[in-house]
């Protein structure tokens, strides 16, 4: 059975540059959530998406957006870069809609290095 | 406010000697409280779900136990291969919860052979 697939694995941007993240879950799964994780600020929620809804958003800049597909499929985009956004950027997805409890399955991430 | 506090942040262990890593939280109410491993350059790895103070749950030499106000993760006999950071979250109970986790800072275990 295949995992949560998160492409590419690493990206080196510049500052102002745009970049989008891919992110596949698992067959079934219909709920995608995003994080970013820093050294300094640990896991950090970014958004939730639920059969090509959003249904939840963390406290982040409207830089930060994200989109799922019919095939539950998911990208998430960060204009305008700013070095502070270099970070390890998770994706996790889950079989229900109540997220939480059922638990997640995270991908590998994206490292995100911007310069 | 709502908040999950890990310690210690980083532990040094020889092979063989057991210890505990603590997980405590405030919330209202608690719908679940989970375990993950994490190794460096990975995703978070899925361990242990608890609902409920009391409950117990074992997988190979871990342990994770729950109380109303704190969670541990034993480790027995721990191996070099344990090594990784140890993550908690907490899934609150709240009548307009968006069911998003509060996720610890972490636990970062070095077991040395």
């Known amino acids: 059975k295949a995992g949560v697939t998160q492409t590419p694995r690493y990206l080196i941007k510049t500052r102002g540059q745009q970049v989008t993240l891919s992110c596949s879950p698992i067959?079934?799964?219909?709920?995608v959530s995003w994080y970013q994780q820093t050294p300094g600020q640990g896991l950090q929620f970014l958004f939730e998406?639920?059969?090509?809804?959003?249904?939840n958003k963390g406290n982040f800049p409207g830089r930060f957006s994200g989109r799922q597909f019919s095939n539950s499929r998911s990208e998430m985009n960060v204009s305008t870069l700013e070095l502070g956004d270099s970070a390890l950027y998770l994706c996790?997805?889950?079989?229900?809609?109540?997220?939480?409890?059922?638990?997640?399955?995270f991908g590998s991430g994206t490292r995100l290095t911007v310069v | 406010e709502d908040q999950v506090t890990q310690s210690p942040e980083a532990l040094r262990l020889q092979e063989g000697e057991s210890s505990s890593l603590n997980c405590s939280y405030t919330?209202?109410?608690?719908?679940?409280l989970f375990w993950y491993r994490q190794d460096p350059g990975k995703g978070p790895e899925f361990l242990f779900t608890?609902?409920?103070?009391?409950e117990e749950k074992e997988k190979e030499r871990l342990k994770a136990t729950l109380t109303k106000k704190e969670s541990f993760l034993h480790i027995t006999a721990p191996k070099p291969e344990d090594s990784a950071t140890y993550l908690c979250?907490?899934?609150?109970?709240?009548?307009?919860?968006?069911?998003?986790?509060?996720w610890g800072a972490g636990t970062k275990l070095i077991i040395k052979p």
């Open positions: 979250a907490v899934n609150p109970y709240e009548a307009d919860s968006n069911y998003q986790l509060i």
């Open positions: 998406y639920f059969s090509e809804t959003q249904r």
């Open positions: 919330v209202s109410g608690l719908r679940g």
């Open positions: 067959s079934g799964h219909r709920s």
């Open positions: 608890l609902y409920s103070a009391g």
């Open positions: 996790a997805s889950s079989l229900a809609d109540r997220t939480a409890n059922y638990g997640y399955t």
